[in-house]
């Protein structure tokens, strides 16, 4: 299935769901937004995870600057010009104000304001210290407060605890899909298919993963394994086609569209406990470690997260590995950190690309270029 | 630049702040050296628990060497043995005889202590650049990251307070990766004041505050907290009644131009109090009442025909001609990024009041209605400050890589239409002195609009 007819079967799938009288709260697709929270109030969340191009990059310069996030030009791109593919984004009722990065909360609010959505407020602290986290329970309860608002009733802790258990059960399934045996880009049509689903996917989720492990797809011995950390690659993005047309293969997709996501999974003994189901969402935030919003420890961790990844990889395929950080133009957290990253992996004999890029057309040569020769010095 | 030299010369306040901005180096290594003191490295106007924990707060760039006019030099010598009052009438009363050679030489340090704190911030963007920050991001982080990999090493520690701005936050960071020696002491603001969130900051005040105190192995006790308050308070006041009581008014002390010069120097020291809080409060209160004494006595200009145009932001870098530019086109620039951004708000100092919690209110109050935690409530800050001033007119300094501040023109353009109707431009920025020409085109159509 291409990016086309997924788009358009969930257009319809979004109209139906509108038929049915539900609502729908769109964001930005950063891994800290509680879907939980909306799932068990009766909401649709609906992660903005698209690609952009250099149409949606130039509608968006109405509002911003041109040095903005190409992602988050994109996004006001898809509203400001709906193409026909986007039109379910008419269906969006609520939009997230959030703060995973500066351009987030500009982007968001700017939707808000001129595409007249009503808007939701969810910022995340920076930090994860204990005041932060008692923070972050404030800001859920402020937002179950809203959603309360909306519908009309109380949001009783054993629908949150339903959608907890849900939304865990969906990612534990998903996180399977790291260790197949398949080529990135059908990986990653599978993460995109099911991050734009959510739980409904389920079942369709564990069809594939056991036809994937019964009859594993032929991968070419000739592919160069690769890392894929930094910026996700969203719906409707050349990027792992370039890397695959390449030589490259993605093993692991280290972003908020991939190990970011169905990482955070909720522990069997957590979710059993007491606990209130707020504080197992406090928990999931809390152990988020890898996810670049927070401050000051993201450098150390996700270095060591992918030094990890890498010595399991090589040990057990007995193969090298590449990291290529992706880069989104203007992105604030992934290039500042972009030096650092790459200085202390190489110091580890881990080999880095740095691939910054927008979704112009124009550069997609160039980008080629720099993909193969990465790839060559892999050898 | 001789008229505004010609003026500055009156204020011997303004320059003893120049002097101490510029002579940084010297008294920041007695300090470490001689005194082992604890220096600190501060960004933006967050220095007050570094004073009051006894460490010396820096803004980095300050430990640098600058070339400073061999004549300042040793103005600076004499002004220990004589005192800078002294000093200055010395200088006045040779300018008033009328020697050239003398003339000369005080225009020539006026206009030095400009261009060599442009030349340098210049400097550390490049060295910013050439140490791996991506020429993407704006001209104050890039000149931040270059303080930090030249001399950041020399601080004992960086007081990190997170702010809107994600690249801010990530440079703050990045601080440990440049270098691995200082401390790093974390205040995180929560971004909304809700619930129990004063609580929370109060509580990071707190752990900050215990950081300072294993940097020092001294208590901080409430009444330093409270001491230091009061010594900042003192400052914001002067501050304040600087920008709304004189440079808001039809008559000025100076020629506009040179009070708008006055106002950088001040925004630019205000961040570290030049190190010293309480030589900075004595410099500043009587900078107020050497302006007050000049208005009461009528030296200075008329000011009621010319426009006045309020040009912001520019704590995350601007084209310091503007102000030049704009006073020759008639105008007035007025600057007052810190007040805009609630940070001359006064910190109760009661007794029985709890400084640390004092302290998060003053941070949540400029996070919430100043800074804001979304540009509708940042460009309320802009309104407010605008109408406060009688502004006739906005100049936005749009910094290229600017993903905070310079991305919410779109919304305080309608705004300011809407609600203020005063003209505003925005003026595109990138390096200081890169594109004078075309900022002066724009100025001038701008200014058009008064005419």
């Keep these: 299935m291409d990016d086309l007819s997924l788009l358009s079967d969930f257009s319809l799938f979004l109209k139906e769901k509108k038929s049915e009288g539900v609502k729908i709260i769109a964001y930005l697709a950063h891994d800290n937004i509680p879907e939980e929270l909306l799932d068990a109030a009766g909401f649709f969340p609906l992660r903005l995870m698209f690609g952009g191009n250099d149409d949606l990059m130039d509608a968006s310069h109405d509002f911003l600057p041109p040095s903005t996030c190409a992602f988050a030009q994109s996004c006001i791109g898809l509203f400001s010009t709906k193409p026909n593919i986007f039109r379910f984004l008419e269906l969006v009722d609520y939009f997230i104000v959030s703060n995973h990065c500066v351009s987030d909360v500009c982007v968001s609010e700017i939707i808000s304001k001129y595409f007249n959505i009503s808007r939701l407020n969810f910022y995340v602290p920076y930090t994860k210290n204990e005041s932060s986290l008692k923070y972050f329970k404030l800001e859920l309860l402020d937002l179950k407060n809203k959603l309360e608002d909306i519908i009309g009733t109380e949001l009783s802790d054993e629908k949150l605890l339903e959608s907890i258990n849900k939304y865990n059960q969906f990612k534990k399934i998903l996180l399977e899909v790291n260790e197949l045996e398949m080529i990135g880009s059908e990986k990653l049509k599978i993460i995109h298919k099911a991050m734009l689903y959510g739980p409904e996917f389920l079942p369709d989720l564990e069809n594939i993963i056991q036809n994937a492990k019964d009859n594993p797809p032929p991968i070419s011995d000739t592919f160069k394994d690769v890392i894929i950390t930094g910026c996700s690659i969203f719906i409707n993005d050349n990027m792992v086609d370039l890397i695959e047309e390449g030589g490259g293969n993605i093993v692991f997709f280290d972003t908020w569209i991939g190990n970011h996501y169905y990482s955070q999974i909720i522990d069997d003994n957590s979710l059993t406990s007491e606990k209130e189901p707020l504080d197992l969402l406090v928990l999931k935030f809390k152990n988020n470690v890898y996810g670049d919003h927070s401050v000051p420890n993201f450098l150390e961790l996700k270095v060591s997260q992918i030094e990890n990844y890498y010595q399991d990889y090589t040990k057990t395929k007995g193969k090298k590995l590449g990291v290529i950080n992706h880069i989104i133009k203007f992105c604030d957290h992934i290039s500042l950190m972009s030096s650092f990253l790459k200085d202390r992996l190489q110091k580890k004999g881990i080999q880095v690309l740095n691939l910054e890029r927008d979704y112009s057309r124009a550069n997609r040569g160039q980008l080629s270029t720099r993909i193969e020769a990465y790839l060559e010095m892999m050898k | ?451």
């Design chain 2, 1 to 451: 630049m001789s008229l505004i030299a010609d003026e500055i010369i009156q204020f011997s306040s303004v320059l003893r702040i120049a002097y101490n901005l510029l002579a940084g180096r010297n008294y920041l290594k007695r300090k470490k050296f001689r005194e082992k003191e604890k220096l600190v490295a501060v960004t933006l106007p967050f220095s007050d628990l570094a004073f009051a924990a006894d460490t010396i707060p820096v803004f980095p760039i300050r430990m640098h060497q600058f070339e400073i006019n061999q004549y300042l030099t040793y103005l600076g010598s004499a002004s220990s043995i004589f005192g800078w009052n002294t000093v200055s009438n010395f200088l006045g009363f040779v300018r008033n005889l009328g020697i050239e050679e003398v003339s000369k030489i005080v225009d020539e340090i006026i206009e030095d202590v400009i261009d060599v704190i442009n030349k340098k911030y210049n400097e550390m963007y490049d060295i910013g650049i050439e140490n791996g920050i991506s020429s993407d991001f704006c001209y104050g982080l890039k000149s931040l990251v270059g303080m930090h990999v030249s001399k950041g090493s020399n601080v004992d520690a960086c007081l990190n307070v997170t702010i809107r701005c994600s690249a801010y936050n990530k440079y703050l960071e990045s601080l440990k990766a440049i270098n691995q020696g200082p401390k790093q002491i974390w205040i995180d603001i929560p971004p909304r004041n809700i619930g129990n969130a004063i609580e929370l900051l109060t509580d990071n005040v707190s752990n900050a505050i215990k950081d300072f105190e294993d940097l020092t192995g001294k208590t901080v006790t409430d009444n330093q907290l409270r001491d230091h308050f009061k010594i900042g308070n003192q400052v914001k006041r002067s501050y304040k009644n600087i920008i709304y009581d004189i440079s808001s008014s039809d008559f000025y002390p100076c020629n506009p131009a040179t009070f708008s010069e006055i106002m950088a120097l001040l925004s630019i020291t205000y961040q570290d109090y030049n190190s010293n809080a309480t030589r900075y409060r004595d410099n500043i209160v009587s900078l107020e009442k050497e302006m007050r004494e000049r208005i009461r006595k009528g030296i200075g200009m008329d000011v009621s025909d010319r426009p006045r145009i309020f040009v912001t932001p520019m704590f995350g870098g601007w084209e310091p001609k503007s102000h030049e530019i704009i006073y020759e086109l008639g105008g007035r620039a007025l600057y007052a990024d810190w007040e805009l951004l609630k940070l001359l708000e006064e910190i109760p100092t009661s007794p029985d009041s709890n400084p640390a919690e004092e302290y998060a209110r003053f941070l949540m109050n400029a996070t919430e209605t100043g800074i804001g935690c979304d540009n509708d409530k940042l460009t309320d800050s802009y309104l407010r400050i605008a109408k406060d001033l009688n502004a006739d007119g906005m100049v936005f300094f749009q910094l290229f890589g600017c993903h905070s501040v310079s991305n919410c023109y779109t919304m305080l353009r309608e705004k300011v239409r809407s609600e203020l109707e005063i003209p505003t431009t925005a003026i595109t920025f990138n390096k200081i002195g890169e594109s004078i020409d075309q900022m002066k085109t724009r100025l001038g159509a701008f200014m058009e609009m008064f005419k």
